[in-house]
């Protein structure tokens, strides 16, 4: 009995310097998780300090507002330039930091217009009646400040485009030529982005 009794004496003994070992252990621990944390978390903070979020950084700072005159058209077609201007002014507003300005107001320009436009037919059935038609837009575009300075990556910007519709499949020439607009209208947003 004494052995076991000399043998508690000694679990007892050794407990304390097992339970200090352990809470050192506990201790080590905590602050390594500690500083695996704060470095996890530092580190994008140092890594992306130039970096902005959302697309205020994909515009210039030093413009707040664009001035867009209804478009002019060489076209025979009506209301084609007020359509374009419509669609150019909702991809700004809903894409860009820029506010639409009046003419005194705008820190810039953008200045559009319409060169050509034309129809052509791509099938015919049997009778000669036209299946497949295309439709193609050529533009102009400039982006200047009030001073006269470009701001567009390209100082004048050519854009020729087309889209094809099947009359037969219940397409029309309006909702293509909108579908077309609106194409001109994105490309034309996407050319006010700064360079990288």
């Known amino acids: ?11 007892t003994r050794s407990m304390p310097a097992e339970a200090i070992h352990e809470g ?15 470095a996890t978390l530092a580190t994008p903070a140092l890594g992306c300090a130039g970096y902005q979020i959302g697309n205020a950084s994909l515009y210039r700072p030093d413009v707040r507002s664009v001035h867009v005159p209804i478009v002019e058209s060489d076209s025979f077609r009506r209301d084609l ?19 639409i300005g009046s003419e005194t107001t705008a820190d810039s320009v953008l200045r559009v217009r319409i060169l050509s436009d034309g129809k052509r037919v791509l099938g015919e059935n049997i009778n000669d009646d036209p299946r497949d038609l295309q439709i193609d837009l050529r533009l102009d575009a400039q982006w200047i400040s009030q001073s006269g ?22 397409q029309s ?17 996407n050319q006010m982005e700064v360079a990288w």
């Open 1 to 11: 009995m004494n052995l076991g009794a000399g043998s508690d004496k000694s679990n």
């Open 24 to 38: 050192k252990r506990r201790d080590v621990s905590r602050r390594g998780f500690l500083g695996l944390l704060t």
């Open 149 to 170: 300075a470009p701001l567009m990556q390209r100082v004048n910007l050519s854009i020729d485009d087309n889209t094809s519709f099947v009359p037969e499949g219940g």
């Open 81 to 99: 330039g007020l359509r374009l201007t419509e669609a150019i002014v909702k991809q700004i507003e809903t894409r860009t930091s820029y506010l």
């Open 173 to 189: 020439m309006a909702t293509a030529q909108q579908e077309l607009i609106d194409e001109l209208a994105q490309q034309i947003v």
